[in-house]
């Protein structure tokens, strides 16, 4: 077995001369922002996850902190999320001067656990951000149950799970909103770029107004004229670009493909290690489709820092995903402490995650499989 001659990347956009096309029409067009290919671009995202509205933003950032604006957090409200995320799922609270509450994942399915999320529940509770992590769909039944109980907020970080299937349905018309990212490493991309899907009106036009400054159209501003406009909020410029747009309409296109692509890489894993002694597979929730955005394995009775230094060395680039967010410094300093999630923090020191993207040939999956055995007869 050979070292590969190229980097194998753990994620990556897979583009192809329709999308080029689509951008450089775009370009050549009278507009590059605020354009035409927002609104189709959606439209076409709230048709195929079976939502009313979405509202599109320049980054899945930027559409979690609008989310957080339309759901009314403030200072003094607590927001309760999970720890095995990136670093955004909790960022958004504290840009609206929120209260990140943590807790503890599911040891199974690794996705934020409802019954501990009811263990975290204060009369301060505003929200929860659920985490599709790694494109599996969370228990959003139980999540939904425990908010209607308790009058909170549901925001689902879908930025994983575009695609992803929840009890037949596609992730997006669950929750009260939900957010899908577009990073090249996501399942379709528009370079950078976010959206907030929603079935709620109100929530549509809060989200709106956000992403645009606050400016809004109002019966003042017709009074005055057509040159008018009014700022009624603070907002941000959060809008995302027509050239993105025009990328992410010609993407979505594919998106069914490149879902069955991951599916089919994410299976041959699951058989590959299935009875490896020192590797244990990730299990799925009930009555869903993962997305499949990451394949994470754990690994048993064996030195992780050595193995993803082997397996780098071999031009494999596997990675960690996530460090538990309230280990990072900035945390740390207001008060967050280690031992807070003690089973999120079990799992992230076994956590090792391989190369997966629809661009991955059979023979790169196969090497990876093969070095990944091979380094593991070795290394303890």
Known sequence: MQKSTEFISYGCQNLDEEDIQAVIETLRSPFLTQGPKIAEFEQVVANYVGAKYAVAFCNGTAALHGACYAAGIGEGDEVITSPITFAASANCVRYQGG????????????????????????????????????????????????????????????????????????????????????????????????????????????????????????????????????????GYNYRMTDMQAALGVSQLKKIDDFIARRRKIAKIYDESFAEVSGIKTPAQLSETASGWHLYIVQLEGVDRKKVFEAMREANIGVHVHYIPVYWHSYYEELGYEKGLCPVAEAWYEKALTLPLHPGLTDEQVSYIVETLLKKLETIK
Do not use: C
Request: aromatic share 10%; glycine share 8%; hydrophobic share 40%.
């Open 99 to 234: 209260t990140v509450v943590f807790a503890d994942i599911d040891p199974v399915t690794y996705n934020i656990s409802p019954t501990e999320i009811e263990k975290k529940f204060t009369s301060k509770t505003k929200a929860i951000i659920s985490v599709d992590f790694t494109g599996q769909p969370v228990d959003i039944d139980a999540i939904m149950k425990i908010a209607r109980k308790n009058n909170l907020v549901v925001i689902e970080d879908g930025a994983h799970s575009l695609g992803a299937e929840y009890k037949g349905h596609k992730v997006g018309s669950q929750a009260d909103m939900t957010m899908f990212s577009f990073h090249p490493v996501k399942p379709v991309t528009t370079a950078e770029g976010g959206i907030i899907v929603t079935n709620n009106k109100d929530y549509y036009k809060k989200l709106l107004q956000f992403r645009s400054h606050g400016i809004e159209a109002t019966d003042y501003a017709a009074e005055q004229g057509g040159w008018y406009y009014e700022m009624v909020d603070l």
